[in-house]
C-alpha cells in the first residue's frame, strides 16, 4: 500500500497551516460595502444574463462606470475573474443556490473573500515560516510571524472581496522568482497582479530596468517582459472594449462625478501625478492612516534597517533584491493619488501589496538581529489588539472623513458592544458576537502556543539528527 511519509518538518508545517487558515477563516465578511460589491455584481450579471452590464444592480455601489448607457465595475477585472469559476462550480454543486436578486451577493463575497484574502494572508504566513524555520533567530520565528502579522491592517482584510491582499501575494511570489532568476514566471505573475490591481503596474518598467542594470542582459529583460505580455495585452484589450481606447481606464467614466472629477483632474494619469511631501509624511506617521500605526513592526524594521546601511554600499541598496527601489518609487505614486488613505478603510489599503513585501523582507531581516525584545512584544501587541478590535466591530468600514480611525470609531464601536456577528461561532452556535470575538483571542493564543512547542519539538529533532550525522 503506497503511505506518504510525512516527516517533522512537514508535520509542523500542515499544523501551521491548518491553525493559521482557521483563525483567517474565522471571521466572514457578509456586509456590502461599493468596493466588494463593484466586483460581485459582474458575476451576478452574468449568471443572470450572459454579460457583465450592472444596469439591474448599479444603485448597490457607487464605485462604478457609466458608459455608453450601461453601468460597469470601475476595477481591474482578475480577482473578479479569478472567483467566477469557483462560484459557478459550488452553483453547479448545488451548495450554493441562487435566488437572482441581492440575497446572492453575500455566498459571492464569502467565496470571494476566502480566495481573495484569506488564501494570499495565509500563504504570506507560510511563505514567511518556511524561510525562518530552519534558522538562528533572535526569538521563535513563530512570535516573529504571527504576532506583527495579525497586528497589522493586513488581517484586518482577510475574508474580504478586496484585491489587495490577492495582488499583493502575486507580487510576492514575483519577488521570490526574481531572486531565484526565474524570470519568466516573475513576469507572469507581475502580470496578474497589474491585472488585479492597475497601479501596480509600475512593477513592470521598474523590474525590468533593475533585470537589466543589474544581470547586464538584454535576454532576461526580455523573458521578464514576455511573462507580463499576456496580462498587459489583456487589459488593453479590456479597456478598449469597454471605453473604445486601450489606454483608458474604466476609471474616467465613474458614474459619480465627484469620483470623476478627481480622476479627471490636471496633471495626473489615471488618478497618479507628482508626489506631495505632505501626503508621505501622513503615510508613514499620521494616525489617520500612516503605516507606522496600522503595522507597527515596521518602525523597528526601519530602524535596524537605518542602523545597518553603513555596511551596504550604495548599489548593493538601490539593486537590493529588487525590492528598495520599488517600494521607495510606489511611495511616490501612490503619495499624490486623489485618494491616496482608500477611503472607507482600516488603513492605507492601497498599500497593502507594499506592504506584504515590507513584512517579508523585513521581519526576515530583523529576525537576525538583536532587536530588543521587550519593545518587539510592546509593539506588536499594540498593532495586534487595534486590529483584533477593528475585525471584531467595523472590520474595513471606517469612514474617509473620520480623523481618528481606531481611537475614535474603532474604539467607541468596540466600547459600545457593536460586536460583529459574521464569524463561525455565531453563526453557526449562536454564540453572542462580544463572546465570540474574545474565543478568537483566545484561539490565537492557543495557536501560538502550541505552534512555539511544536517548533520546539522539531527544533530538538533537527539537532539531534545534524549531531548523529556528524558523528
Known amino acids: 500500500m503506497f503511505r506518504i511519509k510525512i516527516t517533522p518538518k512537514r508535520r509542523f508545517l500542515i499544523i501551521f497551516l491548518i491553525l493559521n487558515l482557521l483563525l483567517s477563516i474565522f471571521f466572514i465578511d457578509k456586509w456590502n460595502n461599493w468596493n ?35 453601468y460597469y465595475t470601475d476595477k481591474a477585472p482578475m480577482a473578479t475573474i479569478i472567483v467566477l469559476p469557483f462560484y459557478k462550480a459550488l452553483v453547479g454543486l448545488r451548495i450554493i443556490t441562487r435566488h437572482n436578486s441581492e440575497l446572492d451577493l453575500i455566498p459571492i463575497n464569502v467565496v470571494a473573500g476566502i480566495l481573495c484574502s484569506t488564501i494570499p494572508f495565509v500563504l504570506l504566513l507560510f511563505f514567511m515560516i518556511k524561510e525562518l524555520i530552519n534558522k538562528k533567530t533572535r526569538l521563535s520565528p513563530i512570535f516573529i510571524v504571527m504576532l506583527p502579522v495579525y497586528g497589522s491592517l493586513l488581517f484586518v482584510f482577510t475574508g474580504t472581496f478586496f484585491s489587495h491582499l490577492l495582488s499583493g501575494i502575486f507580487i510576492l511570489i514575483a519577488y521570490l522568482e526574481l531572486k531565484k532568476d526565474k524570470f519568466f514566471w516573475a513576469g507572469i505573475l507581475t502580470g496578474l497582479a497589474f491585472a488585479t490591481e492597475f497601479p501596480l503596474g509600475v512593477f513592470i518598467p521598474i523590474w525590468a530596468l ?11 529583460t526580455l523573458i521578464f517582459a514576455i511573462g ?9 484589450f479590456y479597456n478598449y472594449y469597454y471605453t473604445g481606447s486601450a489606454f483608458t481606464m474604466l476609471y474616467k467614466y465613474e458614474a459619480i462625478q465627484g469620483f470623476a472629477d478627481e480622476f479627471n483632474q490636471t ?7 507628482v508626489p506631495r511631501p505632505e501626503n508621505i509624511w501622513e503615510m508613514f506617521f499620521g494616525q489617520f492612516k500612516g503605516l507606522f500605526f496600522y503595522i507597527p513592526i515596521l518602525l523597528l524594521i526601519f530602524i535596524h534597517v537605518y ?86 466591530t467595523v472590520v474595513t468600514g471606517i469612514p474617509s472623513e473620520e480623523k481618528y480611525p481606531v481611537f475614535g470609531y474603532v474604539y467607541y464601536s468596540f466600547k459600545n458592544k457593536n460586536f460583529n456577528p459574521n464569524n463561525l461561532l455565531s453563526m453557526g452556535f449562536k454564540i453572542s458576537p462580544q463572546i465570540s470575538a474574545y474565543c478568537w483571542f483566545v484561539l490565537l493564543i492557543g495557536s501560538i502556543i502550541w505552534l512555539n512547542y511544536e517548533y520546539k519539538k522539531l527544533s530538538k529533532k533537527t539537532f539531534n539528527l545534524n549531531k548523529e550525522n556528524q558523528n
Open 36 to 70: 466588494s460589491v463593484s466586483r460581485a455584481l459582474p458575476i451576478m450579471a452574468y449568471f443572470e444574463q450572459g454579460n457583465f452590464q450592472l444596469d439591474k444592480y448599479h444603485e448597490l455601489t457607487g464605485d462604478i462606470s457609466y458608459i455608453n448607457g450601461h
Open 210 to 220: 533593475i533585470i537589466l542594470i543589474k544581470e547586464l542582459s538584454l535576454k532576461k
Open 228 to 236: 507580463t505580455l499576456p496580462f498587459v495585452l489583456f487589459i488593453l
Open 267 to 273: 496633471n495626473t494619469i489615471f488618478g497618479f501625478g
Open 307 to 392: 542602523n545597518s546601511l553603513p555596511e551596504y554600499k550604495l548599489k548593493k541598496i538601490t539593486l537590493n533584491y529588487f525590492l528598495i527601489p520599488i517600494i521607495a518609487f510606489t511611495f511616490l505614486i501612490i503619495s499624490k493619488s486623489v485618494s491616496w488613505w482608500g477611503g472607507w478603510s482600516y488603513g492605507p489599503r492601497y498599500l497593502i501589496p507594499i506592504c506584504i513585501l515590507i513584512a517579508y523582507e523585513g521581519l526576515i531581516f530583523l529576525s537576525k538581529k538583536d532587536f530588543n525584545k521587550p519593545i518587539f512584544f510592546i509593539i506588536s501587541i499594540f498593532g495586534l489588539i487595534c486590529a483584533w478590535m477593528a475585525k471584531v
